[in-house]
Nanobody
Framework: EVQLQAFGGGLVQAGGSLRLSCAAS????????ITWFRRAPGKEREGVSC????????YYRDTVKGRFTISKDNASNTVYLQMNSLKPEDTAVYYC????????????????????WGQGTQVTVSS
């Protein structure tokens, strides 16, 4: 059974940091497109960051560039999202998702491409 487990959310003050983890079982992340999505209160789901380790491609939403960093550890089959300089507008439920396709080359953040989703982890940033 394919499972993605998201961890690391919490309550932090503006300017603080969190590191989210997405641990996978039942599939190998190395040959998948992995994206962190988020859903903020009153807003649509949006792609935050993507990584395709097979090609080295990455993507960051403009509003998080310079603050967030996505990385991957093949040995542990885990993807991370390091979030620094957090802002109240980063408050959302964060989800990791894996594309159903294998060996893709580009980072795309259309949620319709993704079949496998983690349970989500709440990030709350206070002002």
């Amino acid at each position: 059974e394919v499972q993605l487990q998201a961890f690391g959310g919490g309550l932090v003050q503006a300017g603080g940091s969190l590191r989210l983890s997405c641990a996978a079982s039942g599939l190998t992340l190395h040959n998948r497109r992995i994206t962190w999505f988020r859903r903020a209160p009153g807003k649509e789901r949006e792609g935050v960051s993507c990584i395709v380790s097979s090609s080295g491609a990455t993507y960051y939403r403009d509003t998080v560039k310079g603050r967030f960093t996505i990385s991957k550890d093949n040995a542990s089959n885990t993807v991370y999202l390091q979030m620094n300089s957090l802002k109240p507008e980063d408050t959302a439920v964060y989800y990791c998702a894996a594309d159903r396709l294998q060996w893709v080359r580009r980072c795309l953040v259309d949620p319709r491409l993704y079949d496998y989703w983690g349970q989500g982890t709440q990030v709350t940033v206070s002002s």
